[in-house]
């Protein structure tokens, strides 16, 4: 099975399954693993790795809309090299002081391929999940979507000074702090727009319809893009982009709106069933951990 059916299937299986991190007793935990191979791009440095790696981490913890308090990382490689580690751990503790967390340490273990696994906690004591999301209910979106496919195109075209610093993405904890008393439902964009809608629609029975006009775009993006369709695909269903998408009933939306420390976007609005964009089916794909 794919990585999407052996989700579906833990998701039966396990009762804190489902959301972007499992709470218990107040204390959010969640983990990741990134490979070189499908994660981390030629000319990807340790620092950015050790950024983006726990990063993931902590924009589950922002999803849950909790305060996030620490991170472990488990860093394996086929050798150590000692330039390599320190910039990684860099990284790490760089982007948890962004967010106020620490960095707190993890394991080394030698590995075919640069792999690394993290772990992030939080704490709340009123989560925000996936499945809250009513008919009426505004669709948002935190800062601007397409970051991480702009990187790569940067990537690929041999600039990977502009592609490290898109990939240093800012986890949107605070973000997340500021929406929880606002959101009746929240996830983050690393599956992509698009499939994080159906997710959250699947979660809370109900449909969106969204408006791809509103919809906030990287400017990395607008420089990359080859074309309208090429644009939106950049923006709505590569992923790996670590925004908050998230469903706030009508009558709150100008308090989050200046609540949230970072832009937000309305995008469109909660409907009774199925998943559109301008009036038309949106697909359900995005981005898959191994490919598509």
Known sequence: MDERAALAMLEGAIDHAGDDAAVVEGLVVTTDMLHERTDFPEGTTRYTAGWRAVGASLS?????????????????????????????????????????????????????????????????????????????????????????????????????????????????????????????????????????????????????????????????????????????ELAAFFGEDFELVCTIPESDVDDASAACPTDLTRIGTTTADGVALDGAPLPDRGYTHGGE
Do not use: K
């Open 60 to 232: 589950d913890v922002a999803a849950m809309g909790a305060e996030a308090t620490a991170a472990v990382a488990v860093y394996g490689a086929p050798e150590f090299d000692e330039r390599e580690l320190t910039d990684f751990v860099l990284g790490a503790g760089e982007v948890c002081e962004s967010v106020d967390a620490r960095y707190v340490g993890g394991d080394l273990d030698q590995h075919e391929q640069f792999t690394v696994a993290t772990t992030a906690i939080g704490r709340t004591d009123a989560p925000v999940r996936r499945s809250g999301a009513s008919p009426g209910d505004a669709v948002c979106v935190t800062g601007a979507l397409g970051r991480s496919a702009a990187a790569l195109r940067y990537f690929r075209d041999g600039d990977p000074e502009r592609g490290n610093e898109l990939f240093q993405f800012p986890p949107r904890v605070r973000a997340g702090e500021a929406l929880a008393g606002y959101a009746s439902s929240m996830m983050d964009s690393s599956d992509g727009l698009a499939r994080s809608l159906h997710q959250l629609a699947g979660a809370s029975d109900c449909g969106f319809d969204v408006d791809s006009a509103s919809l906030p775009v990287h400017d990395a993006v607008e420089a990359v893009a080859e074309g309208p369709e090429d644009r939106l």
